[in-house]
């Protein structure tokens, strides 16, 4: 196992030098976090064995429902934050920048 924590850039080199060596055949496994989907594609002429290498990759990413049970859910936590003593935004009130 490989613990990959680092930027998508970076994981593409690592995981296309592990590949290189032989090294993603099954016996060892890179895990990413947050790696985009599309990290592979750089138009670099490697794209397709960096696509293919990371058909080897394990990425953990955090998942956010969409539902309106879940949007529900959020806002009656934002809600009830100041009755324990917590000062937050409510949720369309945070503005989250990916980079």
């Known amino acids: 196992m490989f613990l990959l924590l680092c930027y998508g ?10 590949y290189e060596l032989g090294l993603l055949n099954g016996e060892y496994v890179p895990i990413t976090v947050e790696v985009l989907p599309n990290s592979c594609i750089e138009r670099d002429g490697l794209d397709e064995l960096a696509c293919k ?11 956010i429902p969409e539902s309106q049970a879940y949007k529900d859910f959020e806002t009656g936590v934002y809600n009830r934050m100041p009755e324990m003593g917590f000062n937050m935004s409510a949720p369309n009130e945070v503005s989250v920048s990916i980079l």
């Open 9 to 18: 850039d970076v994981a593409r080199r690592l995981i296309l030098a592990l």
């Open 53 to 63: 290498a990371y058909e080897g990759v394990i990425d953990v990413s955090q998942y």
